[in-house]
Every structure is written in structure tokens, then in C-alpha cells.
């Protein structure tokens, strides 16, 4: 780990403006995936803002009826609110099938959007890397595969984005919403929020220099069945190979978004018109360009059957 | 004491203390944070600087240059050792590689610097400025590769490592070609690391030429040796210290670049120093289990008697290392007249491959086991029938010579009762609950005992309290639990008059912990010097000892009877005594014994596995302390799971090396994965083995699981997958079309 400078940030656009003047800063929030790759020198700021501070740890209700989430709330406490247990029930498995009760505890709804890839060769810097050192290579296109992304990816990168809140609040349709250094506000259409890899894979998000996210908003509840199904080698504590967020309704349509597979939370809005033809039409126009490797191919299958697992259950109940 | 004959009736039949549930006696210790792991001796130096190691970032090649400058100059650095400015250093016996790397460089991670510093953080990023230019060469990272054109395994020279590369009795090939019923299948296994919690770490002291290491190791006087030799000192000049071991699975058996760059550092620093190996070097830096490719041929008749059975292995390792003997076990489990057994050995430049929770079996096992059952399924018998009916008393390579004890039918028929075997339906595929299909397999547990000499040292103090001195480790084991229980049982006092130090050199060598030698082999030596000091006693009492009985702090002989305690009224007595080995194991073979039974559903729609019964029946002589060895046994049982469905080390076969090296990526077992679990032990007193009349058991444990899993999967889906792990997808494309 290299030095740093280290500051508490009390004021939303103060921060955002330091953190815009100031060469090499970063915010921190619950520092549950910033510090493990400032350890391992993957991430080396010269300055952390710790927006701990700040105001932004409360779940309310908007005006149409939706929900701001600040952007300090902690996974434990947005999975464990009335409201999103009852209305945005997919969240809420989302959030409690990630990572465990600690790191839940810590971490908070910005930082987890924020959370970089588990790409293994990211994580060792003796690697090629074309996200942590551009321009340097990717050491997993030819290598170890098995976890990385199928669709979206480029021959840059092939990481994925292991978030699984992202894919829930994706099938939902959230906003980010910001503050940049000149005090500027905007909302950003999640679908919108994080970058495909092209040429540049170290760019992941469509945020500006400095710009500091202080809430999402989830829109009026959605109707229908919540799912979050989450695949993986062992039974808990494990990233996704797949995952699939669900809002299901009685008469087979609704909305989809599947992780584990892309650079981003995967939905494509027009190939939920085949959901009534069933899981394959379905899952064969959301990744109709898919370009897997031969260790990965098998996500392209279980994509398929872990939709059809999703409907299935919503059938059920 | 030399054991060299059948044991007789002994004080330890008496079971009033051995052979009793007692809680590990460093238990309280631990849950209060009180028992010093090797990185927290914080009270036995007051100045320790902190060393971080440089690891290689290539897997096969030259060090061209290195360059110290900015790594010197950077805050707190006292001081950077590499092989430049090391002096010479010498290599270990129990080592393949080098400790310290450079100009060679042998494998990924292999050590080529430590950078001391005043605190952890400044080592920490001074570390990362030391900058090293590598040339590059070519290397063998593929096992499959190098396979086609491997030899035969050398003669083993390590008692670790038994059995000759090449075994043959009868004639296999013209019995398996004339065979009725035949199998001819190839397995594989993956490299996996033994991932336990507590990674290398050691504390060096320097005292003029004397050094002392506080480290984390299981076997005190190789480690002391073997750093002794790596430093070019003598031995004698050597203290190793290593009182609680937080895990080790044959990852700590050995020196490791933890405690070499520490006695360097603080050599250099001319102060004390603490190396601790950061979690992503344990797999690329230290040991790990190889990979094997196994294939098994079996030859029976038509009701299920094996003819013939050949199982040949091959693995990779650095040159001069170890082959994964994987197929030790084929040698002795079944019966059949006609069997080949052999080991190739290909050279790869990957880290260094060694013993690894069961070496040999472990992985043996699970493809015997999977072949098995296979087997049956051909014959149409069940699994448990097929195994009973291939039982064998002897050695089938020498009928001459016995097994010591030999209850595998008595595990296997005990096991399938208890499991309600007889509810599994033999139509793999066929069982559905919900979304899950349901299946259930099951595979023997075999492992072979080994007994290592072992001493120990016995004080009765004047206060009436026995000490126990030996370099015995305990790395979890309940070593200290069963170790007191011994003297306490020998002596006649209670268990909480019984004070246990273990794990320094200073004491007598004992056989240390693995190869689940460990338990039997250091309580006999315990034994011994027990029964020196009972002698001892005996003639300060006036007592002839042979007829000498101690019990409750009483000596009673004779017509008469005395209190311990007034045996050391003039002052304490002390005994030492080691236990040796006579020949009993080769006129018996001595194994351990046990059968696996698993239940595990597979998610109809994904694949996923998950077990969800499982129940092991051990039948490994003596059990000295039914609630560690439960311990174990389920602990080896969950090491089980994870080979069956999770632990693999990914090879980058250009890169060369272990990809997913920390615990994100190497996935072992959490709790959600491991259900109820059941342990039985077969009552067994084993009389040929030693005077505790107990084997080794914990390793058993392991044997088997792996295969019991993967045949219940299979029971489950229909889909054989003989490459382990067994991950959903290995089998999804041919699991029923979900729609
Ligand atoms: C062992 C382990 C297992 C895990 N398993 C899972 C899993 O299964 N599923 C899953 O989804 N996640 C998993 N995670 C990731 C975890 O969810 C994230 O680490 C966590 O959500 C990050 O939140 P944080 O607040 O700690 O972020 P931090 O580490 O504090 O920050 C992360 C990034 O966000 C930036 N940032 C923080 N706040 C703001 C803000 N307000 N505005 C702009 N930028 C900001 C920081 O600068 C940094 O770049 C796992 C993590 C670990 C360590
Ligand atoms: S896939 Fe992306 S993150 Fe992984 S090595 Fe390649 S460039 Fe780096």
C-alpha cells in the first residue's frame, strides 16, 4: 500500500470539488473493496475523501411514490427496510445473496455499484491488465476464463461486473443521482451508469472527474413476482456465474436483467417480448452477440436454464 | 522403548481418561485469544521489524537485474536481503525448490527479496519499489503436455512417499483382456492448495551465532534442520518454536521462505524480524497438492469378483520432486489376483507439489472410487455388495502377510444401515424432490497408517503435577487434549494435573504432525516415557513396577499402597524415553478403515450441487478421544466436499501459474455447503500397531468423501463426470431440457 493524504468531507459538493482538484483522490465509503486494492496496490490514491460524513444514509420516499436511497446506506440496513422488503422484494434477495453479513454491514450503496471487477488477473499486478495498466494486455482472454463475461465485452476486456444489487436495480429501472464540483445536479438512468470496456476498460462509468453519487431512486413499486436467483460453485460467499433479477407477471412478460455475464448488469429491453415464448427465445435474443470463450461457454446454457428456473418458480407461486 | 511385538494388557486399557470425550484442553486458550500464534509472540522480543517478501512474477526464467534503490531509500527500511547479498545458502532436505530465488528463478511467487522496514505498512510498500527485470524462458506448465513423454517415477527415498513406482502381481494384461465384465476409464484431479486459515509466518532472533524462530510448522526438527542446512549453521544453533499451529494440512510440514527470509532479515537488520506470507503467495509460493490424471482398468466376473485391477497415475513436479502417489491404496484395498500398479512423473515448472491432506489416497481414492461404482453399475450389484464381496484379509500382493486389523466390511455394513442405503433406487436419474434431483452414493475410506519414533520427556514435580515436554505440534489436532489424557492415564492422576508444553526444539524430537501419524505415534512416545517414570516412581516407593498399579494419585503393589506425591517428597523425577518401531508393519499390514455415504441434490434447472446427508463409518483401532477424532473426521469430511465439488487451482499454462491464488477465487467449502454430517467409530483395540493400540485416523477422514459425492451426483443426474471438481458445467448440457 502506498501513502496517502486522508480528509472527512462534511459538505456533498465540497467533496466533489476537492475531489476533483485534487491530483489522485478518491472517496471512500465503507472501504470494503477500495482498501483491498489499495493493498494490493491495484488502486494507489494519493487522497482519500471519506464521505462517511455526509448526510446520505437515509431511505425515503419521493414524490411519485418511488424510493431515495442515500448513497451511504449500508447492504444490511437496504435489504432489511420495510419498504424494500415489501415493494422491491428482488433488492432485497439481490443484496442479501452478495458477499457476507460483515461486509454487508459495512458496505454501502454507492461503493457497491462502484465495486470493480474479480477479474483474477486484475487482482495481480504482475499481470497483463488492460483495466488496471492500459494498454498493457489481457492476460485472462487466453487464459483463465471460466468467471468472465460473455456479452458486452470487448478485445480489450472480457471482465465482468460482479455486483448483484446493480442487477436488481437494474431490472427496476433506478437512478443515480450526483452532485459534480460545481454543485451541478443530474440523474443517471442506471442503464446508462456503467460503461462498456471498447478500447478503454479502465473506464467503467459514465461519472465525471470528481463527481460524487449521492442517492439512487427506485420508481413507483412494481407489480408481479420479485426473483433474484443467483448461481454459483458453492452455496453461499461466492460471486455469481449468473445471475438473473426478476419482476414477473401472471401473464409471462416482465423484466429481466442477468450479472454475472457482462461488463454491466445485462438487459436489453426488446428481447423481453419473447419472454411468453418462454426461457430459450428469451435468453437467445439477450445474447444473440455473445462472444464466450471455450471455458466460459457454459454461462450462454445457463443463462437459458437459470431464466427458465426464474419463470418456473414465478409460476409457482 | 522399542516396539516390536503384539502389545500386551497395558495401563491404557484401563480407558478411565484415554478413550474419553475430554474438550481440547488449549481450548480455552484459544477462544479467548490467549494462545500465541507465530506472528502475535509479542512478548518475547520488544523490537521487532517487519520483513515483506518480493515474490517472482514469472514462473520460469532469470533475475537480469534487480534494482534496491528505491526500495532502500523508501521511509523505515532497514534493510533488503536477495540472493545477491545472502551469503550462500544451502537447500533443505525436505525441499524441491529454493527458498530464496535468484539469478534461477524456479517457479511464480518463488521468494527473491524481503524488504525489512520499521512497521508492516512501510515493508509493505517498500516492497513494491523493488524493481526486478526478468528474463524470461521457456517452461513446462502442461501436464497433459508433459505426460506423453514422462517416465516412470524414481525410487522414493521419504517414508511420506511409500511404494515403488511400478507394482505388479499375477498378469493383468492377459486377465483384464480375458475378463467377462470390464472397466477402462481415465480420471482427473486438479492441483489444489491447502488454504488453511493461518498463512506461513515466523519471528526470527539472532543472539550472537544462536538463532531463535517462533513459527507456525507441524514438523519441529525438519523445519529446524532444514534451516539450519538452508543457513549453513549448525543445527545446534537453532531453537524452533511453534506452540499453536493454525492449520496446516501438510502446507506447514516443511521450511518455508517465511522463516528463512526472516532469520536473513533480522540477520541483516541486526534486529528481530516477522515475515508473515500474505494470503495470494500461500498457493504459488509454498506446496500444494499436484494434479493427477489417473486410469483405472478393472476385470471382473460376471458376479462381481475382480480378476484384474490396474490403476496408473501420472503427475507433474519441479525437478527432483515427488510424484503424487496416488495409487498406493489400489495396491491393498481389494482383492484379485492379477494387478498392475504404476507412477509417471513429469517435470513442470509450476510450484512445488507435496503431501496435501491424504497425499496419495486422497486423490487415489477419489478416482478408485468413482471406478467402482462404475463397476457396479456394469455388474448391476450394489456398490456396498460389490465392495464387500472384493474384501480381502491379506496383503493381496503377499496373502502371506495379514492385515493387523481389518474391519471395512463391519464400516460398510454398519454405514448403509444407518444411512437407509437400501431406500437408494439404482436408476441414476430417477429421484426427484421438487426442482431437485436426488441421488446417493457412497465409496470406502482407506488410508495406510504410518508409525514415525517418537520421544518425550515426563516430570513429576513435587507439587504432584505431571509435565509432558515434546516437539509434538498441535495444529488443531487435540495433540495437547490426547497427549494429557495419555499421562494421565500412565500416571494415574487427573487430566487437570497433567501440564502439556509442546512445540520447541528444546524438547525431545517427536514424530510431528502428518501423515496421521501424529496422534499415535506421539502418545506411544508418551507412553514410554511414562513407563520410565512409572519405574522411577515404583523404586522411590519401594515397589516392584511390574505389578505396580496407579490410579487416583496412588501407587498400589502388593499387599500395600502409597501416594504418588511421596515419591518426589526429596525431589521431582524426570524420564525420557522415545518409542522406535520393530518390524510388525512388515509382517502386518497396518491400515485404516472407513465407508463414506452422501446424499446430494442437483438443481434441475442450473445444475448446482448440493450435498445434503452425510455419513462416514471409521474403523482406525483405539479412538483415544471420540470428540477430537470427531472433529477431525468432520473436518476432513468438509475438505472432502470441497475437493468433490469446488477446489481447483487454475494453471495458466502460457503464464505459468496458479491464477485463482487467494480466497476469492480458490473456493473452499462455507458453512451453507456442509449439512448434517454423522461420524461413527467401529470399537477397536488394534494390538499389533502400538501400546495405545490406536492408528491414525484424521486423514481417513478425507479418503473417499470426494467419490461418494460424485457417485450420489451421479445417482442424482444420470451424468458421469470423472473430472474433479465436479462443477455444474461439467454435466448442465446433459441434464433433462428445462423449458
Ligand atoms: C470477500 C468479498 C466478497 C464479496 N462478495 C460480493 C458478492 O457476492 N456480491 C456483490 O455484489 N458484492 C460482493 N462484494 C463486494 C461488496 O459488495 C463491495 O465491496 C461493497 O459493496 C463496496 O461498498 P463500499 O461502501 O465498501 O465501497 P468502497 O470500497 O468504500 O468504495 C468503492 C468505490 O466506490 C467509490 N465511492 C464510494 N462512495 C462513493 C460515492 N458516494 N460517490 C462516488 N464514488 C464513491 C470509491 O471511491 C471506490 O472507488 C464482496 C466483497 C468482498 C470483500
Ligand atoms: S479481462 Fe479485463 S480485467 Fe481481466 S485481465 Fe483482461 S483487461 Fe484485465
Known amino acids: 500500500m502506498r501513502s496517502f493524504t486522508y480528509e472527512r468531507a462534511s459538505l456533498a459538493q465540497e467533496a466533489a470539488a476537492k475531489a476533483q482538484e485534487t491530483p489522485g483522490a478518491k472517496f471512500i465509503a465503507g472501504g470494503t473493496n477500495l482498501l483491498d486494492l489499495m493493498k494490493l496496490e491495484i488502486e494507489t490514491p494519493q487522497h482519500l475523501i471519506d464521505v462517511n460524513g455526509l448526510k446520505f444514509d437515509k431511505i425515503e420516499k419521493t414524490e411519485d411514490g418511488g424510493l431515495r436511497i442515500g448513497a451511504l446506506v449500508r447492504n444490511t440496513a437496504l435489504a432489511a427496510d420495510m419498504r424494500v422488503r415489501r415493494d422491491y422484494g428482488v433488492l432485497s434477495r439481490a443484496l442479501l445473496a452478495g458477499a457476507s453479513g460483515q461486509l454487508r454491514n459495512k458496505a454501502t450503496t454507492a461503493g457497491n455499484l462502484l465495486q470493480r471487477t474479480r477479474c483474477p488477473y486484475f487482482y495481480d499486478t504482475n499481470q497483463p491488465c488492460n483495466k488496471r495498466t492500459p494498454g498493457s494486455g489481457c492476460a485472462a482472454i487466453a487464459g483463465y476464463s471460466r468467471q468472465l463475461g460473455v456479452i458486452g465485452v470487448s478485445e480489450a476486456c472480457i471482465a465482468t461486473n460482479p455486483s448483484d444489487m446493480a442487477v436488481a436495480m437494474r431490472a427496476l429501472d433506478a437512478e443515480v443521482e450526483t452532485i459534480d464540483a460545481a454543485g451541478r445536479t443530474r440523474k443517471i438512468p442506471i442503464a446508462d451508469f456503467h460503461r462498456l470496456p471498447g478500447d478503454r476498460p479502465d473506464l467503467e462509468t459514465t461519472l465525471s472527474s470528481g463527481e460524487l453519487i449521492t442517492a439512487v431512486t427506485l420508481p413507483p413499486p412494481l407489480r408481479g413476482t420479485h426473483i433474484y436467483k443467483k448461481v454459483r460453485d458453492r452455496a453461499s460467499y461466492a460471486f455469481a456465474l449468473v445471475s438473473v433479477a426478476a419482476v414477473l407477471q401472471r401473464d409471462g412478460t416482465g423484466r429481466l436483467a442477468v450479472g454475472g455475464v457482462a461488463p454491466k448488469p445485462w438487459r436489453i429491453e426488446k428481447a423481453e ?18 462472444k464466450p470463450t471455450n471455458e466460459n461457454a457454459f454461462k450462454v446454457t445457463l443463462v437459458e436454464r437459470t431464466v427458465a428456473a426464474v419463470m418456473h418458480e414465478a409460476r409457482q407461486k | 522403548m522399542k516396539f516390536d511385538t503384539a502389545a500386551e494388557a497395558n495401563p491404557i486399557d484401563r480407558m478411565r481418561v484415554v478413550g474419553r470425550a475430554h474438550p481440547r484442553i488449549d481450548g480455552p486458550l484459544k477462544t479467548t485469544g490467549r494462545a500465541a500464534y507465530a506472528y502475535e509472540h509479542h512478548d518475547v522480543v520488544t523490537n521487532p521489524a517487519y520483513g515483506v517478501i518480493v515474490g517472482s512474477a514469472i514462473g520460469k526464467g532469470r533475475i537480469a537485474r534487480i534494482d ?43 521468494a527473491v527479496a524481503v524488504v525489512v522496514a520499521t512497521t508492516f505498512e512501510q515493508a509493505t510498500a517498500a516492497a513494491a519499489l523493488v524493481r526486478v527485470e526478468y528474463a524470461q524462458a521457456e517452461g513446462r506448465f502442461d501436464l497433459d503436455e508433459a505426460l506423453k513423454t514422462a517416465p516412470l517415477a524414481k525410487d522414493p527415498n521419504s517414508p511420506e512417499k511409500q511404494g515403488p513406482p511400478e507394482s505388479r502381481t499375477g498378469d493383468f494384461e492377459q486377465a483384464f483382456a480375458q475378463a467377462p465384465v470390464k472397466l477402462d476409464e481415465l480420471y482427473t484431479t486438479p492441483d489444489q492448495s491447502h488454504s488453511m486459515m493461518e498463512p506461513h509466518a515466523s519471528l526470527a532472533a539472532w543472539n550472537g551465532e544462536e538463532l531463535t524462530i517462533w513459527t507456525s510448522n507441524q514438523m519441529i526438527d525438519w523445519g529446524r534442520t532444514d534451516l539450519a542446512i538452508t543457513l549453513g549453521i549448525p543445527k545446534e544453533n537453532v ?6 499451529v493454525g492449520g496446516g494440512f501438510g502446507c506447514k510440514l516443511f521450511l518455508r521462505s517465511d522463516a528463512v527470509m526472516a532469520a536473513l532479515g533480522a540477520k541483516a537488520a541486526g534486529r528481530p524480524v516477522k515475515v508473515a506470507l500474505p494470503r495470494p503467495f500461500v498457493p504459488n509460493s509454498t506446496t500444494h497438492r499436484p494434479a493427477t490424471r489417473q486410469r483405472i482398468r478393472i476385470g471382473a466376473t460376471a458376479d462381481g469378483n475382480i480378476l484384474a485391477i490396474a490403476h496408473e497415475s501420472g503427475s507433474g513436479n519441479l525437478p527432483d520432486g515427488q510424484p503424487e502417489t496416488a495409487t498406493n491404496q489400489t495396491r491393498l484395498l481389494y482383492a484379485g489376483a492379477n494387478r ?12 512445488e507439489g507435496n503431501a496435501m491432506r491424504a497425499p496419495g489416497e486422497a486423490p487415489g481414492l477419489m478416482a478408485l472410487e468413482i471406478a467402482m461404482d462404475e463397476l457396479a453399475e456394469k455388474l448391476g450389484m450394489d456398490p456396498v455388495e460389490l465392495r464387500v464381496r472384493n474384501d480381502t484379509q491379506v496383503d493381496p500382493e503377499k496373502p502371506e502377510r495379514p492385515f493387523s486389523e481389518r474391519n471395512l466390511v463391519g464400516c460398510l455394513r454398519e454405514g448403509a444401515e444407518r444411512f437407509g442405503w437400501q431406500r437408494r433406487n439404482s436408476s441414476p436419474g430417477a429421484v426427484r424432490d421438487g426442482n431437485w434431483l436426488v441421488g446417493m452414493g457412497m465409496a470406502v475410506a482407506f488410508r495406510n497408517n504410518m508409525n514415525i519414533p517418537s520421544g518425550a520427556r515426563v516430570r513429576l514435580g513435587q507439587d504432584g503435577r505431571v509435565t509432558v515436554e515434546t516437539d509434538m505440534t498441535d495444529i488443531g489436532t487435540g495433540s495437547y487434549t490426547i497427549i494429557a489424557q495419555t499421562a494421565a492415564e500412565m500416571m494415574g492422576v487427573d487430566i487437570e494435573n497433567v501440564l502439556v508444553r509442546l512445540g520447541d526444539s528444546a524438547f525431545p524430537i517427536s514424530s510431528g504432525s502428518g501423515g496421521q501419524f501424529g496422534a499415535n505415534s506421539s502418545t506411544s512416545g508418551v507412553y514410554a516415557a511414562c513407563v520410565k517414570l512409572r519405574e522411577a516412581v515404583a523404586q522411590r516407593l519401594g515397589f516392584n513396577s511390574a505389578d505396580a498399579t496407579f490410579t487416583h494419585g496412588q501407587v498400589l503393589g502388593g499387599n500395600r499402597s502409597a501416594k504418588l506425591i511421596d515419591a518426589v517428597r526429596d525431589g521431582e523425577l524426570v524420564a525420557e524415553d522415545k518409542i522406535e518401531w520393530g518390524g510388525l508393519d512388515k509382517s502386518y499390514q497396518q491400515s485404516t478403515f472407513g465407508a463414506h455415504f452422501v446424499e446430494a441434490a442437483v438443481d434441475g434447472f442450473t445444475g448446482e450441487i448440493r450435498v445434503r446427508r452425510m455419513l462416514a463409518v471409521c474403523a482406525a483401532g483405539r479412538i483415544l478421544n471420540p470428540l477430537t477424532a470427531r472433529s477431525q473426521v468432520i473436518g476432513a469430511m468438509t475438505m472432502g466436499v470441497g475437493a468433490a465439488l469446488m477446489e481447483e487451482l487454475a494453471v495458466d499454462k502460457r503464464r505459468g501459474f496458479f491464477v485463482n491464488h487467494d480466497l476469492a477465487g480458490y473456493e473452499v467449502p462455507v458453512h451453507a455447503d456442509i449439512p448434517h454430517q454423522e461420524v461413527i467409530f467401529l470399537d477397536e483395540a488394534d494390538d499389533k500397531v502400538s501400546p495405545m493400540k490406536a492408528k491414525g485416523v484424521a486423514e481417513l477422514g478425507i479418503c473417499g468423501v470426494a467419490a461418494a459425492v460424485a457417485n450420489a451426483v451421479y445417482n442424482a443426474t444420470g451424468v458421469r463426470v470423472r473430472d474433479y471438481p465436479v462443477t455444474l458445467d461439467k454435466h448442465l448440457n446433459s441434464l433433462p431440457a428445462v423449458s
Open chain 1, 273 to 290: 417480448a419473447e419472454l411468453r415464448g418462454g426461457a430459450k427465445p428469451f435468453s437467445a435474443r439477450l445474447l444473440a452477440d455473445a
Open chain 2, 68 to 110: 534496491l534503490t528505491v526500495a532502500e531509500r523508501a521511509p523505515g527500511v532497514i534493510a533488503v536481503v536477495t540472493a545477491e547479498n545472502a551469503g550462500k545458502l544451502g537447500k533443505g532436505k525436505h525441499n524441491t525448490a529454493k527458498l530464496l530465488g535468484g539469478p534461477d528463478i524456479d517457479h511464480y511467487h518463488q
Open chain 2, 239 to 244: 531453537r524452533f518454536v511453534s506452540p499453536y
Open chain 2, 340 to 351: 498392475l500398479t504404476s507412477m509417471r512423473l513429469a517435470v513442470l515448472d509450476l510450484p
